[in-house]
């Protein structure tokens, strides 16, 4: 039966014209343990807050490669041709990923570089070669502020689409306080997003990755309403969990023409990637970290995954 099962799926995901699959996550904090002298990252070392050691990161290391490996159960065994990644240190951290853990069959190949942010932290793009054409990438710079960059790819899968990974400034100042930030980095994605629709009026654009606001909010809804996007996140659920509740800060948001082929997005939530919620029951996702105590998980966010047809 589970054979039959299996032909089954395979058959409607032909007839679907499936073509690939997406995943992008927030790392929180994917570090190794050297000192950089440039960054912010003393609490990432051995003597720092926690008490970051090379066992500890190949722990992490291996745990963000088994959730990417594990996805492919929900992509009929396939794995993702486009991998978004937020809060990557460094060349190193990801070279590691893609070749010394147990991703490294899958042969992924990377996009990054290192940005102004002050703690180090990036994004990146990792995708199958096999699947994928990279045609061209571009970083995009925020001038007003020291902040990760927008990481752009051209990619070919093989109809043309236009990827945006984000990782917005967060609202560790409050919401308000940083509001503007946001809003910074929003008016410069859509000056790119014009120049791209310039030139193509039905360019299929995706945005990526970590928002730090949920879609209701004003620096998010730009992107619907001036940016003629569709936001094709869960609409339940969230990504992260606070003080007891979800928050949908990781999203996915696609042009008219790539809504067509691509989403709807789902929340990525295998039970290694959860604890129970003792403070407020419950689950929540498990951090790798809890204040200076080692709690020996992946992350804070979970995952969001979509198809491409």
Not at 32 to 43: G, K, L, M, N, S
Not at 93 to 98: G, N, S
Not at 218 to 227: A, F, H, K, N
Request: aromatic share 8%.
């Amino acid at each position: 039966m589970k054979k039959i099962c299996a032909v089954v799926a395979a058959l409607f995901v032909a007839a679907a014209g499936l073509q690939a699959q997406i995943f992008c996550w927030n790392l929180e904090n994917y570090f190794d343990p050297a000192d950089d002298p440039v960054t912010a990252d003393e609490a990432f070392t051995p003597g720092g807050e926690h008490h970051w050691t090379k066992r500890k990161y190949e722990a992490k290391r291996n745990l963000i490669a088994k959730t990417i490996i594990a996805s492919a159960e929900r992509f009929d065994g396939r794995m993702p041709a486009i991998v978004g990644l937020c809060e990557v240190e460094n060349a190193k951290v990801l070279k590691a990923l893609v070749e010394d853990s147990p991703l490294a069959a899958k042969r992924y190949r990377s996009v990054h570089r290192e940005s102004p942010d002050p703690r180090g932290i990036d994004v990146a793009l990792l995708f199958d070669p096999e699947r994928v054409r990279l045609l061209d990438f571009e970083f995009i710079t925020i001038k007003e502020f020291a902040t990760r960059e927008i990481l752009y790819a051209k990619v070919a899968l093989p109809d043309t689409l236009h990827v945006f990974v984000n990782h917005w400034p967060s609202k560790y100042s409050g919401a308000k306080a940083s509001e503007a930030r946001r809003q910074a980095v929003c008016t410069a994605l859509l000056h790119k997003m014009d120049s791209l629709h310039c030139s193509d009026s039905a360019a299929a654009v995706l945005l990526m990755g970590d928002f730090n606001a949920t879609p209701n909010e004003p620096s998010v809804m730009r992107l619907t309403t001036e940016g003629g996007l569709k936001n094709i996140t869960p609409k339940k659920g969230g990504t992260i969990r606070f003080k007891g509740k979800w928050e949908m800060i990781d999203q996915m948001l696609a042009s008219p023409a790539a809504a067509q082929k691509i989403g709807p997005a789902e929340i990525f939530k295998p039970a290694f990637l959860l604890e129970d919620d003792k403070s407020f029951m419950g689950e929540k996702p498990r951090r790798t970290n809890v204040g200076p105590r080692y709690n020996a998980g992946a992350s804070d966010h979970l995952p969001i995954i979509a198809d491409i047809y």
